[in-house]
């Protein structure tokens, strides 16, 4: 497998930057579909949060199915209104949260319906005998909250629509503070071109709060309004309302800093806040985990005072039908008013969740080292440990984000460094398997001259970098012309050009059916090579028939040649099996798979010792020892060629059935080695004469002369090695 080090310079660190480059704009550009991804596992995350006890601060006063059966169907008449707040006031309830727009009359009020019946029907309505409260619902309801800590509902406008809101002194004073930097408050928060507002008796006699939550794309209530500015006033969320009457405070401070906003000041306590004036709403599990009271049972005088002294109130509606059921990451219908007590909690208890204006920094950090960090890693690892070191990362980002949630109430996405890195493990996968496939079609190119198709395939599935060198054994083959040098002279250029690419093409087919690699031409010679750059099983055998089938197709060449009046050639062949180093050498703008060591001049050494001996093959003791009993190999000498400080025993190999047609010969050929080696020269010499007269071949001749010398001036310290002084 290609590593990071070999790909090419510029491919990998551009890919590393371009995958960094494409989540950060993913990252700015926040489609939909990665809003929501993020949004999923931020809900993932609100059920993984650490256990934090509830405060028994807010309560909800639930308008819900048995309430509605026993009072009937809602909007309820003013008047029960009037009398839940004064029973709830009663109770020492310390604050009571509306969660109800009441922003028009109460039409089931006596005056409005005498009024109505005289203008649309003539009829005059006799109200006589009917308590003076009693004739206005709505003023009843003012009268009342007058006289209890109340918070009414408010909801404003931030998508186009327009609604006069009118000035008032329901709006609390507040104190804008701002660090060097920071944006005016009208720059900060968005402005709301309008909004729905109780009726002008209800507002003059209670304060107001938003009642805005902030649904994402998906349904879900993630986020509460908690300030918005209209006409230049600032208006503050249904809860910090009802925390403000309950402590008696009814002034705020905004902080700024150059981001926006940061948080408000209720008293002593500080309310974060997200730069636009929203707040997340740190929900702590489903619904009903609050204390709720049906208002049925509170108007009935069911609830006993200590159950709701010195507690905040929130009234709302939980009863399908009212249109207050939210999605929630917890909840597919949570009821809303609980979400106001949610908020209410979380500054009770102060377990907020934050998301910092430093958060884009932070995940474009994120980003940019997660990208820089898994891109190294991915490219120094090998293939066996991309899937670990991908899961590392992986678990490192997502228990990173997991842990700064639990521990730290601050919410860092973990999908765009998880993103990063799944992105920079299949871009560099995909890289390393294009080089490889690239470097495929090299080797493929590079030894389809050398080996056979199969053995290019073989080496096409290898991995890791076979261009690289290594120490390999191997068996060497050397192959040379007999007298090439003297044919050439009589024969023009393109004639010698044409008689060796058809010696070449039946030679080079041989080594490349039995696994060979060929190597170079050298002139007439020929290198190959076995068992590189792919394993070859007995490539010393393979090596040996490979030099034995040249011999043959040599002899039907030369039959052709003489058929068409061409020149006959003979052929040597070396054999030898050791280790050499094996690989790519050369400059590098010209570069040849070869091998190289000194067993490769063993081997040049054999080939040039057939025309000493007059033999066609001639292997090494090594390469016979390693091919077994496959063939018959005939000793031909103990030598210590020039260069080699070593003896080599060499030899003939033979074919069965030849050496079985041969087997008298051979017999007295051992006979007369065996005489030789020991030092007798002169029995040696008989026997090789012999030999010579019944078989006469250059290699008895060789040995008769080198017998009838040695006889005459025997060696003193012989040990059967003949020294060779040419190689």
Known sequence: MIRFGRLKKLTAPLLIAGIIVAVFAAYIGRSQLMVLADAKIYDTWMHFQKEVPLSDIPVVIDIDERSLAQYGQWPWPRYLLADLVDKLRQKGVAAIGLDILLIEDDRTSPALLQRDLKRFRGLDLDLSGLPENMFDYDQMLADTLRDAPVVLGMYAYFDGRMNQVPPGAFTPSHIVRGAPGSPFLDEALTPSRGASVPLEALRQAAPVGLLNLVSDRDGVARRIQMAALINDEIYLTLAVRVLMAAMGVDSVQVWLDPYGLTSISVGDLSIPLNTDGSFNVYYKGGRRKFAYFSAGDVLGGHI??????????????????????????????????????????????????????????????????????????????????????????????????????????????????????????????????WEEEKQKRVLRRSFARYVAPTVVERIARRSGDIFSGEELEVTIMFTDIRGFTTMSESLAPREIVSLLNRYFTRMTALVRQNGGTMDKFIGDALMAFWNAPVPVPNH????????????????????????????????GVGLHTGKVFVGNMGSEELLNYTIIGDNVNLASRLEGLCSVYGVEVVVSEETATLCGPSYFFQPLDVLRVKGKHLPVSVFIPLRRDEANERKDELIRHRWAISLYQNGDFSGALESFSALAADFPIRIYQVYCERCLKLADSPPEDWDGVWVMTSK
């Open 540 to 571: 010393p055998r393979l090596a040996v028939e490979t030099a034995l089938a040249m011999q043959e197709s040599l002899q039907r060449f030369n039959d052709e040649q003489r058929e068409g009046g061409g020149k006959s050639l003979a052929m």
């Open 304 to 433: 006993s005072d200590e159950e709701l002294a010195g507690r905040i109130a929130f009234v709302g509606a939980s009863a399908p039908g009212l249109m207050d059921l939210r999605l929630t990451p917890f909840e597919r219908v949570y009821p809303g008013v609980e979400i106001h007590a949610d908020v209410l909690d979380a500054i009770a208890t102060g377990h907020y969740l934050v998301l910092p204006p430093w958060s884009p920094a932070a995940q474009a950090g994120l980003i940019v080292f997660l990208g820089l960090i898994s891109g190294v890693a991915f490219g120094f690892s090998r293939p066996r440990v991309y899937l670990p070191v991908g899961v590392v990362f992986l678990v490192a980002t997502v228990y990173g984000s997991l842990y700064l949630f639990r521990e730290h109430n601050l919410y860092l996405s973990p999908l765009y460094g998880a993103l990063v890195v799944a992105l920079m493990g299949a871009g560099l996968v995909f890289m390393r398997f």
